[in-house]
């Protein structure tokens, strides 16, 4: 991903969460990344066993039929059944985030969305770098100990992982890679890195959900505009929408590959499908599902990073997968760390309306149906 400015991180006050968020304040806690649920990806599929009389030959075949359709229902889901297999997982209360600008804002708006009755906690830190992949995430470690460091770690809601993880207590971490990655062979680096982080973590909490926050490309990808950043990747030929499912099984691949190198055994990384998931909410825009959006650059500051509709439709997804379950009537009203509002806030560099209640529950629906709710 081509290096992203700076977002102006603004933060958020350690929200009261719904239902399903868990039950336990902890310290303040919050950077410019699926056991529970590995989602399916694209590659989901169904075979019928084939009938030795010839004479069921055609309803077998109907049979078979129906079935690939189903798994290819599903796939285009995020993959409904996968998720829901395993046994239901602790809901989170303490959050760590390691990231960039595609996750900027989520860690806050997922607080404000905990804010629904019955009133539990949430509370979040985060190492964030803009536009830091994984082994650039990893390696702060090392840059901590040179001569004469200073952290720019604001204390309150950010830390290294190295020195946050190590504590223990957390019960998720959260993280994102940098996007694109390039060639197919790159994958191999994403998942030394991922498995890097969840064995550390474990290390420390060996309980705590190790969740891979699903990144996306572009949305100039497979056009003549382009992506000038984006010249290797085996998917950069193929329109947005189209990718987003390609790329979808390329991060499944990193995600089992990952987990495959886990030590100590203990639950898998899952696989949270946010940019599957922004697919579906293009999908409803193209069918003229939410008033007043009429193209999907309305979800995008500008060709890769989201606005605050976006952020706040991640955010949802986010949620409902950390919480395993619908999304459907969280708040529409959300504060960052420091309880500014995002919604109509002249502090902002750009008043953002508050979307009509009725918008955002068509949000809230989209979202909860990408993740099988």
């Known amino acids: 991903m081509k290096r992203a400015v700076a977002v102006a991180w603004v933060g958020f006050v350690l929200a009261a969460c719904g239902a399903a968020c868990g039950a336990a304040w902890s310290e303040g806690a919050a950077a410019e990344g699926a056991a529970a649920k590995v989602a399916a990806g694209p590659e989901s599929?169904?075979?019928?066993?084939?009938?030795?009389?010839?004479?069921?030959?055609?309803?077998?075949?109907?049979?078979?039929?129906?079935?690939?359709?189903?798994?290819?229902?599903?796939?285009?889901?995020?993959?409904?059944?996968?998720?829901?297999?395993?046994?239901?997982?602790?809901?989170?209360?303490?959050?760590?985030?390691?990231?960039?600008?595609?996750?900027?804002?989520?860690?806050?708006?997922v607080g404000a969305l905990c804010a629904a009755a019955p009133v539990a906690k949430y509370s979040f830190k985060e190492q964030f770098i803009p536009g830091a992949p994984l082994r650039w995430q990893w390696e702060q470690e090392q840059r901590a100990k040179a001569p004469g460091y200073v952290s720019d770690f604001e204390p309150r809601f950010r830390g290294g992982y190295h020195v946050e993880l190590?504590?223990?207590?957390?019960?998720?971490?959260?993280?994102?890679?940098?996007?694109?990655?390039?060639?197919?062979?790159?994958?191999?680096?994403?998942?030394?890195?991922?498995?890097?982080?969840?064995?550390?973590?474990?290390?420390?909490?060996?309980?705590?959900?190790?969740?891979?926050?699903?990144?996306?490309?572009?949305?100039?990808?497979g056009t003549p505009k382009g992506c000038s950043y984006d010249e290797k990747s085996p998917t950069r030929e193929l329109v947005w929408r189209e990718r987003l499912e390609a790329d979808g099984a390329m991060w499944k691949r990193i995600v089992d590959g990952a987990s495959d190198k886990l030590e100590g055994g203990g639950a898998r990384i899952e696989l949270v499908p946010v940019a599957r998931a922004l697919g579906k909410l293009a999908d409803a825009v193209q069918g003229g599902e939410l008033e007043g959006f009429t193209k999907l650059e309305q979800f995008f500051e500008d060709e890769v990073h989201l606005s605050a509709y976006g952020k706040y439709y991640a955010a949802l997804v986010v949620w409902s997968h950390l919480y395993q379950r619908s999304p459907v009537g969280r708040p529409v009203a959300v504060s960052d760390r420091w309880s500014n509002p995002y919604w109509d806030n002249a502090k902002f560099n750009r008043l953002v309306p508050a979307p009509k209640v009725a918008v955002a529950k068509r949000m809230q629906e989209i979202a909860a149906k990408a993740l099988g709710y």
Not at 53 to 71: F, I, M, R, S
Not at 73 to 93: F, T
Request: charged share 30%; proline share 7%.
């Open 166 to 221: 190590a504590k223990g207590g957390w019960d998720a971490l959260v993280l994102v890679e940098g996007v694109p990655i390039g060639a197919r062979e790159n994958e191999a680096l994403t998942i030394d890195y991922l498995a890097r982080f969840a064995n550390f973590a474990r290390q420390h909490n060996p309980g705590i959900r190790v969740v891979f926050y699903e990144p996306w490309p572009c949305i100039h990808s």
């Open 45 to 109: 599929g169904a075979a019928a066993e084939a009938s030795d009389a010839a004479a069921d030959a055609p309803a077998q075949k109907e049979e078979t039929q129906k079935g690939d359709e189903k798994a290819d229902e599903k796939a285009r889901d995020g993959g409904k059944e996968a998720k829901k297999a395993p046994a239901k997982l602790k809901a989170p209360e303490r959050v760590f985030f390691i990231g960039h600008s595609l996750i900027s804002d989520v860690p806050d708006m």
